[in-house]
């Protein structure tokens, strides 16, 4: 019976020993499973925040991300600033709020920044054409009314070469490319001059006569002559302003070109580009 009872001791210690040496092993396993849980913690912690971090980059990226630049964007407003540049210093202000108020920092295209300029300047005149009805009603002076008369007529005529000029700009009907050409840009100096010179003849025609009927009009015309002169000097320099852009000018002009050259080189001989373009486009 004794020996019975100490093998059975000897069991329970057996037992003891091993719960002993199994301990470790599960305490290793639990820091183990403790340590793999914190680790994908930090990982999806981290996935937060570069996925927060990457969607506000986003936004502040589409901000500007237009090709034409968006309203206020940098782009639009650079080239403004770019395009009043070439004016008149003491008329720069004038140039770039006037052409703001219409939009023209929704666009980094000179060409269509310029257009703006044209139609600034002939929507001006045209708002000032009534004023020398107006402040003819009543006079009785004959000079003073012929004066008011001429005015009348050369504010229309100076619309008129602002129209010219805008019509000028209209793409060509076939590809709808633009073409701004050195010969373009002569003919827009010119009706721009021929305008100034408009509104300069009106307020030459009361050199002579009573009353503040020159005052008036020169008080009336004083935006008109500013925005028109902007315009000129906006024509003069639009090549060089396209180019300091990277703004392509002769698309359409240069793939004409290449077009009538195709055309020569597989005509056959003696047949005209137009001729075989003719013939080709019946096939």
């Known amino acids: 019976m004794d020996s019975v009872k100490t093998l059975r001791g000897y069991g329970k210690v057996a037992v003891a020993v091993a719960d002993e040496r199994a301990l470790p092993e599960r305490n290793r396993q639990r820091r183990l499973?403790?340590?793999?849980l914190s680790t994908?913690?930090?990982?999806?912690?981290?996935?937060?925040?570069?996925?927060?971090?990457g969607v506000s980059g986003a936004g502040r990226g589409n901000r500007y991300s237009s090709a034409g630049g968006g309203v206020g964007s940098p782009a639009g407003t650079g080239s403004v600033k770019a395009v009043c540049s070439v004016v008149r210093k003491e008329l720069e202000s004038s140039c770039y709020s006037s052409l703001s108020a219409v939009g023209a920092n929704s666009t980094s295209d000179p060409e269509e920044i310029f257009?703006?300029?044209?139609r600034v300047a002939m929507d001006e005149i045209s708002r000032i054409a009534t004023v020398?009805?107006?402040?003819?009603?009543?006079?009785?002076?004959?000079?003073?009314?012929?004066?008011l008369k001429v005015c009348k007529e050369m504010l229309s005529s100076a619309v008129d070469h602002l129209n010219?000029?805008?019509?000028?700009?209209?793409?060509?009907?076939?590809?709808?490319?633009?073409?701004?050409?050195?010969?373009?840009?002569d003919d827009l100096k010119t009706w721009l001059s021929a305008a100034?010179?408009?509104?300069?003849?009106?307020?030459d025609s009361f050199d002579g006569v009573g009353g503040d009927f020159g005052e008036q009009m020169v008080a009336a015309m004083r935006n008109a002559k500013q925005y028109t002169s902007n315009s000129l000097a906006i024509a003069a320099h639009l090549i060089s302003i396209m180019e300091q852009l990277q703004i392509p000018i002769h698309r359409r002009l240069l793939s004409t070109?290449?077009?009538?050259?195709?055309?020569?080189?597989?005509?056959?001989?003696?047949?005209s580009p137009s001729t075989?373009?003719?013939?080709?486009?019946r096939a």
């Open 33 to 36: 499973a403790i340590a793999g």
């Open 40 to 53: 994908v913690l930090l990982l999806l912690l981290v996935a937060v925040v570069l996925v927060v971090v």
């Open 115 to 118: 257009k703006l300029s044209l």
């Open 132 to 147: 020398p009805d107006a402040i003819s009603k009543g006079v009785t002076d004959q000079r003073a009314v012929e004066a």
């Open 164 to 185: 010219a000029s805008l019509e000028s700009l209209r793409p060509p009907p076939v590809g709808g490319e633009k073409t701004l050409t050195p010969s373009k840009i």
């Open 196 to 203: 100034l010179t408009d509104q300069e003849t009106c307020l």
């Open 257 to 271: 070109t290449a077009t009538a050259a195709l055309q020569r080189r597989f005509s056959p001989r003696g047949t």
């Open 276 to 281: 075989a373009a003719a013939s080709a486009s």
